[in-house]
Structures are given as C-alpha cells and as structure tokens.
C-alpha cells in the first residue's frame, strides 16, 4: 500500500468515528494469555467481545471470573467485563461468530515438535472451523493476531475457504484476512493492549484497514479513561499506526523479537568479556546506551533470555530464511550465545564453592521473569538439572510459579521452600535467576545468618553488590 493510500484510509476511517459510537463486535478464538488479554482490553474500551474456546474447563473457569494462569490486573479486568456484560466466553463456534464484526486468530502457534519451524495445525484448524461456520451477510474480518510464519495470512484465507466449501451452497459469504501482530510483554500485557508503542496492521483492504483503525481508535488517539490500576503514563500521546501488507506486518513481528534476542545476546556477551578484564557491564551498558542510537533497553546482562516468544520466533525466522537458502549467521550466533549464557552461573558457584556436589544450593525464582507464572524456556530448570547432574542438593523457591512447576515439571531435581527464608536456612549459597521484587527487597541480614555459607550468585544483576559484600556475602554478579 502506497504512503498515500494509507494515510487516506487512516484518515477516513477515524473521521468516520463519531461520538456516540457503540463499539464493535469483536469474537477472540483461542483464551488463552494473548487471546484472554484481546478481549479483556476490548471489552474494556466499551466492544462487545466473545471469547471461544474448545477447553471447557478452561471456558467454565473464566466465566466465573477465574484465569487460570499468572497476569497482573488481568482477573480483575475480566471481572469488570462479565460485570458489565461487555465480555463473554463459550464453547459454541456458532454463536460466538453470528455477531461478529472482527474475528481474531488468537490460538497457540508452539515450537514444532522436531525444533524446526511453527506448529500451525492450531491455527489451520481454527481457520477450517471459522470458515465452517461463517454465515453470510456483513463483512467479517479475520484477524491473524497470532504469531506465524512469513505467508500466513494466504495460508490462513485458504484453509477459511476449505471451510466455506464444507458447506455447500450457503451463499456468499464476505470475509477477509488480515494480520495485526501483537508486541506484548509477560507481565506488563495488559498496559502494552493499552499504551502500546505501535499498532501494526497488516492489509491490503481498505475495508479492513477501516474496522480495524475503527477498533483501534482509542487506543490510537488515547482518549479512553484509564483503569484506575493501571494509569496512562506521563508523557503518553498518541499511538502511531503502521499499516502495511500482511507478509511485511508478519515480518515485523518476528523482526522485532529476533532484534531484541540479539541485543540481550550483544550485551551478554560484553559482560563475559567484562569478567575477563575487570570491567564493569553495567556500566559499559550506560555508556554506550545514552548514545540514542543504541537506547539503554535491553541492555540488562544476566543469564540471557527465556520464555516462549524470543526462543521461537529467533529460530522461525532462521528457519524461515533458510527455506529461501540464506544463513541468517548473526540470528544463529544470538540463539547459541543465550544458550550458553544460563549456565554462566554455574561456572561462578564451582569458582567460588570449588565443587557443588553435596553442596546445598537455593534457586530463587523459577518463572522465566518476574510477574509471571511462564517457565517455558525458563533459565531456572536448566540451571537446576545442570546442578543436579554435578551432585548438588537443590532447593527452589519462586512467590508465583512453584505450583505450576510442581504440575508441569514433576521430575526437576530440587524440593521446594516456602519462602526465601526457608530458602536460605543451611544453604552454601544462593542463585539469582528471576528477580522478583520480593528477593531484591528481602532482608538480606537474616538471610546472611541463615545461610551456612554467605554466597550469592546474582544471575540478574538485580542486588546491590557492595550492599551485600558489607554484610559478609561473596557475591558474584554477571560481568560486575
């Protein structure tokens, strides 16, 4: 789309937007955390939304007001939506698309089982189901919000009409697909939704372009009254919009990811080389961050990064480039240094403790991040079968995750404390792998009495190394 359509239609749609509008119909397939967050926000911002699932249970426990896993401020938004009746879930297909006016792909795209590329039988099938029961009449966008593959949103318009065709001669029906990736963090989803840095839309409809600058708009211009929970940062203006064709919005999406992943890579890498010359990566992060080309974002070494987006998307797009016969080198030197980084860790405890076999060592925090339950791609269970394959006693503790790591992972070597004084009692020393705020606010002193021998690993770079250093711990942080 040329720069001037898209301003034409950017500013058609939004001036079509009057006072008095009623919202639109919006159904989100798939609940779960990108899915759940879509409707929760849109309902909020005055849409009626329905929310499809095929997990009864699932459905059940959200219609209650229940979400089953880890988002701040995410309950409490989904609340105020069935309050309201601007937000419901079901289970029927039929109902939750005969109103629809938006339809977002929201279902899970997992790692291949083989490593190699995107699982996409969620999304095809999810694609033959919408196309089974589209009815005709108004025009429905199908939206591709989940994270797929370069080309997906013909892949995804072909298996609608494999649908249709199951139908037989129903009428027509209009539809068309479009892509509108999402840019959320675990832990902060809910005021991504809302004060986002960019809204990408990927289109080549004018008509689609329109519903979706139409749902957009107050995202877009700010003009919502924020949750009292979660208020409008300073400073905060308008939201630009990015439309583009589909295959470039798909591309962003990994592009941004990959991006990220390497710049965390770039400064982990610097900060072993810090370790090497006594230089301090905290402060080379500074440095070279206030040079506004650079940013100071993501410039946080540690033991590098996890969770499900960076992994995968970093290795969809290397695969994707080598089905056109091209080495994405630099993406698979980010993926290979981050695989490494975790067990940086290990390395500073047989530096300090000499060996960890029979050695009592206290993990805290399991969740790939703080304000998250996620472990996928969580640095922590690697970290700690590594310690349990060298003999060591392990210990683990995390104030959300550790029940769904007991459900998910019932064979990690390490029992579980309570707290992190539990935690730290007899222990040789601590590790740092996700820092919560209740570990760098923890009482350090009583810790330091509790433990056998005072010795902190900080995976994070998240403690005050002189701090701890005057209550007689060694502490090692990563490159500091």
Not at 223 to 239: C, M, Q
Request: proline residues 5%.
């Amino acid at each position: 789309m040329s720069k001037n359509n898209e301003l034409y239609v950017q500013k058609n749609a939004l001036c079509a937007l009057k006072a008095g509008d009623d919202g639109v119909k919006v159904t989100v397939i798939g609940t779960g955390w990108v899915g759940l967050t879509t409707a929760a926000v849109f309902a909020f911002l005055g849409n009626d939304v329905i929310g499809y699932d095929v997990n009864e249970k699932l459905i059940e426990e959200l219609r209650a007001g229940r979400v089953p896993f880890f988002e701040p401020h995410l309950e409490e938004l989904t609340r105020e939506g069935l309050a309201n009746r601007r937000l419901s879930f079901t289970t029927d297909i039929g109902a939750a698309l005969s109103t629809a006016e938006i339809i977002f792909l929201a279902v899970g795209t997992p790692p291949a089982p083989d490593g190699r590329g995107v699982e996409m039988s969620f999304v095809s099938r999810a694609a033959t189901v919408i196309g089974e029961n589209l009815r005709p009449g108004k025009l429905r966008v199908v939206v591709n919000k989940s994270t797929v593959p370069v080309g997906s949103n013909g892949w995804v318009d072909s298996f609608i009409r494999q649908g249709l065709a199951q139908q037989g001669d129903a009428g027509p029906v209009d539809f068309v697909v479009a892509s509108n990736p999402e840019f959320l963090r675990e832990g902060s989803a809910i005021a991504d939704t809302l004060y986002p840095d960019r809204v990408v839309i990927g289109a080549t409809d004018a008509r689609a372009i329109e519903a979706l600058t139409r749902l957009y708009h107050p995202i877009l211009t700010q003009d919502f009254t924020p949750p009292s929970f979660l208020p409008r940062p300073a400073g905060r203006g308008k939201v630009p919009l990015v439309v583009v064709d589909p295959v470039t919005a798909e591309l962003i999406k990994y592009a941004a990811n990959a991006f990220l992943a390497t710049k965390i890579s770039f400064i982990n890498e610097i900060a072993n080389l810090c370790d090497f010359v006594g230089a301090n990566v905290k402060d080379v992060a500074r440095g070279i961050g206030l040079d506004h080309r650079i940013g100071e974002a993501f410039l946080n070494a540690g033991i590098g990064w996890g969770g499900s987006c960076f992994p995968k998307d970093v290795i969809a797009l290397i695969r994707e480039a080598e089905a056109y016969g091209y080495e994405a080198k630099l993406l698979k030197a980010a993926y290979e240094v981050n695989a490494a980084q975790r067990f940086v860790v290990i390395r500073k405890l047989q530096e300090v403790l000499k060996t960890v076999r029979g050695k009592t060592i206290g993990i805290l925090g399991l969740a790939f991040k703080p304000n998250t339950d996620d472990l996928r791609g969580a640095p922590a269970l690697d970290i700690i079968r590594k310690l349990g394959e060298l003999g060591a006693i392990v210990r683990a503790y995390d104030p959300v995750a550790m029940h769904r790591c007991r459900a998910e992972v019932p064979d990690l070597p390490a029992s579980y404390a309570n707290d992190i004084y539990n935690l730290a009692t007899g222990a040789d020393a601590l590790v740092l792998v996700t820092e919560w705020e209740e570990f760098t606010q923890a009482n350090w002193a009583d810790i330091a009495r509790l433990m056998r021998t005072p010795v902190v690993i900080d995976g994070r770079n998240a403690l005050n190394k002189k701090y701890l250093e005057g209550l007689g711990f060694v502490y090692r942080g990563v490159g500091v």
